[in-house]
């Protein structure tokens, strides 16, 4: 890129740097990404992390000179510092609660991820759970004013707050004149909104969607590019620092 002082490049975690595993706690990223967004991030006026993940995993995954927004959000890290979104913590009680719900009336064979301020219900190890998943975190959701979202093979339980990747996307990208943003799933769709609103503001942008069986059409069709999945991302960090 010709210009990486005025750029930002900003990355989805699972499916996109890291791929997908049954346990998402042993997610890890790929072979050849570590060392490269480093050397990015030396360059380029941001290189980012904007994920559903809690900040905590995020910064024990990925390399320091990241900045980091977590929890669709909700948790950031920029700069060593940590902060977090000034309506959030009030719903920790509700979120907590809402966990340990889940783990007592969920099917047995379903994830529970608690998040602190969120939590994700997966169902990858059986998808057949499906339905009942999105149930239970509906009448969760509905009983304790919590936010449903669904994300890949799981969905997501949120505080009621005003903020998704596109927020996140705008807070890290902001005064950028490139901002790129590469991403996997349905989640990332408000981050694709946000590049085509910085896009009418005269920035330019690139909407990269990582490929694999489960690429939500959706988010295909608004790409600028389409990569084939996880393992062609390291070429994607070699293009970025030529
Ligand atoms: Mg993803």
Do not use: C, N
């Not at 030396?42 to 977590?70: E, K, N, Q, T």
């Not at 059986?126 to 149930?135: A, F, K, N, Q």
């Not at 890290?172 to 408000?190: E, F, Q, S, T």
């Not at 959706?218 to 991302?233: I, N």
């Amino acid at each position: 890129m010709a210009d990486p002082a005025g750029s930002v490049l900003l990355f989805d975690v699972d499916g996109t740097l890291a791929p997908i595993v049954d346990d998402p706690a042993a997610a890890r990223l790929a072979d050849g990404i570590a060392a490269r967004l480093e050397a990015l991030a030396g360059r380029y006026r941001v290189v980012g992390a904007v994920s559903g993940r809690p900040v905590s995993f995020l910064a024990a995954h990925l390399p320091a000179a990241l900045s980091l927004s977590g929890l669709y959000g909700l948790e950031s890290q920029v700069a060593g510092r940590r902060t977090e979104h000034p309506e959030a913590e009030r719903w920790r009680p509700t979120v907590a609660s809402a966990a340990a719900r889940a783990a007592a009336d969920g099917p047995a064979a379903m994830v529970v991820e608690p998040k602190g301020l969120s939590i994700t219900l997966h169902y990858r190890t059986d998808p057949r759970l499906e339905p009942d998943v999105i149930g239970l975190a509906t009448r969760l959701g509905q009983e304790l004013g919590l936010e449903v979202r669904p994300a890949k093979m799981s969905v997501e339980l949120h505080p009621p707050i005003d903020s998704d990747k596109g927020t996140a996307l705008l807070a890290l990208a902001a005064g950028a004149r490139h901002v790129l943003y590469a991403g996997d799933d349905r989640g990332d769709l408000p981050a694709f909104d946000a590049l085509d609103r910085l896009a009418e503001d005269g920035v330019h942008v690139a909407r990269v969607a990582v490929g694999g069986p489960e690429l939500p059409v959706e988010l295909r069709d608004r790409a600028d590019v389409v990569l084939d999945g996880v393992e062609a991302v390291p070429a994607l960090l070699d293009a970025l620092s030529a």
